[in-house]
């Protein structure tokens, strides 16, 4: 069915839908992206597959998918939105997958297990429709990063897990057990062309004084796993790359290139985070109108005047001048948040040597 004939399901801040475009797509996708890469050929369940379109991926690859949700609006929504002879989509609970014994050779569930509190029931379930020699690839945030150091909570989650518990839980019911675990960054990737058994897989950090290196993902925020009673699948191991911004940012760093990049970043309740910002380059000594289209990742709910927003020049010395700020609703074109005179500015948190407002006439 084609896409505009499709009406896309609503953002509500916790299942992806197509149209969001914050950062979080890219936990997502990359997540989808591993399961792609060893679901050739198999039988997959996708358990708690929310608006289908990562099922829709894996039917790419597999022999058959079976998508399983909760909601009955979003299985219908799946249904019409991906329609292919081995994707089927059927409505049902992770506690009672409607699914045959042993039929399944790998079970994706990706952001489940932390949805309820029968962990034990929820795992069972799993071995009970996987084959004997059937994998199950799973991910859940992990409690320390993602709720303890925020200080924030999911009211989407019912009883989240600590990393080592996680692993804990998952070696109860599998011989063979790899965990892993990921985060979204802003940095550089370098990778050897071949891979080696030498190779160490790790994340450097610092700064101009000082640089180190530590095995694994730094400070991950979700937890990852593939576990299975035999043999474990290879996975493929890297980064998930947001094209788009990469390319924009190549540009705006690039020598040859003189102007600056313009950051926006947006905190509700809690400190500017990387994945919380949008960013675009700047021509200098002209005014020019910004359109960011990837605002959904940013907060814009300032009713309770916890809403702050900090506006940076990155990477060289500049100094913006705005003349108005307007955050529009692409669903119907509302204002949800404007900025004309000074005064309207002054919510707005801006870096060293930034000019937080001028007239365009001045």
Known sequence: MD?????????????????????????????????????????????????????????????????????????????????????????????????????????????????????????????????????????????????????????????????????????????????????????????????????????????????????GVSNGVFSIAVCSDTRLPRLKLGVFENRMESETTWAAFDRSVSAPVFQVFSAQREGFKEESSVMAPLQPNVWQTLKLEQLQSLPTDCSDNLLRYRIDPVDRPASIAISRIFLIAESDGAILYSAMRLADFEQIECSAGLLKYADEEG
């Open 3 to 215: 896409d505009d004939e499709v009406k896309h399901l609503p953002w509500t801040g916790e299942r992806l839908v197509p149209t969001y475009r914050g950062q979080g797509l890219y936990e997502h996708l990359h997540r989808y992206a591993l399961a792609v890469a060893i679901a050739n050929g198999k039988r997959v369940l996708d358990i708690a597959c929310g608006e289908g379109y990562g099922s829709n991926l894996l039917a790419a690859v597999s022999a058959q998918v079976i998508g399983v949700d909760i909601d009955a609006e979003v299985v219908a929504h799946a249904k019409r939105a991906y329609q292919k002879e081995n994707l089927i989509f059927r409505e049902g609970s992770c506690l009672k997958i409607p699914v045959e014994d042993h039929s399944i050779d790998l079970v994706v569930s990706f952001e489940t297990i932390e949805h309820i509190d029968e962990h034990a029931e929820f795992l069972r379930e799993i071995k009970r429709v996987l084959a004997p020699e059937g994998a199950l690839l799973i991910s859940s945030p992990d409690k320390r990063e993602y709720t303890d150091r925020t200080g924030t909570t999911n009211p989407f989650h019912k009883s989240e897990l600590y990393h080592d518990d996680f692993h804990r839980l998952l070696k109860q019911y599998f011989k063979k057990c790899r965990v892993g675990k990921q985060r979204l960054i802003a940095g550089s990737w370098i990778a050897p062309d071949a891979s080696s058994p030498t190779d160490v897989f790790g994340t450097f950090n610092g700064e101009i004084k000082y640089v180190n290196f530590q095995p």
